[in-house]
């Protein structure tokens, strides 16, 4: 399907564009931030991508850095954090549902404002943004697809939704997953790509 594809593609992506953590306030207490740590990723999920990047932020950024990558190094500064949940489901999954209903209540109450919403009976897609005085300091993307898979990625920092999707056509899904098994190990880091 080509809206899984531009997903995927978006969401690796936006992995890579994790910047350094330069804020004075712990992260919890930024309002872009939604926490994912709650939720318990079932054990009998085929295929599982649990990713949290903050501790390899200063090699990325030093590598974009030596490599002179100026949209990386960019991307690099707006962003504070990126958390990634995302699993394998049958057509019917009570922690894909509570997550969903969940976050999707935390979304609304905090006065998120919703960009994309799609829904049909075999997927739904949302993306949101939080803004404060004018400016974007959170994305927040929810997919769900039948029998497929259901992903939560939340971004955090000081963002341009421009110079994300500019960076996100620079990279294929091949290369982003090239890039990301690089990463397996570094500072003690382990990616699971089950």
Known sequence: MKRTRIFSGLMLATLLLVGIPAMAEKLEDAPGYIDLEWIDIPDDAKEVKDINLDVVLLSIAADAEENQDEALMQALQMIKSIRVKSW??????????????????????????????VKSDEETVTVS??????????????VFEVDENVAF??????????????????????????????LDGVSGIEIDHN
């Open 129 to 142: 943004t939080k803004t404060v005085d004018g400016d974007m300091v959170g994305l927040m993307l929810v």
């Open 153 to 182: 990625v939340n971004v955090v920092g000081d963002l341009n939704l421009a110079t994300l999707m500019k960076l996100v056509k620079e990279f294929d899904e091949t290369s982003i997953e090239g890039m990301l098994e690089e």
């Open 88 to 117: 394998s489901v049958g057509d019917e999954d009570p922690v894909a549902a509570k997550a969903m209903k969940k976050i999707s209540k935390k979304l609304k109450d905090n006065d998120w404002k919703r960009l994309i919403y």
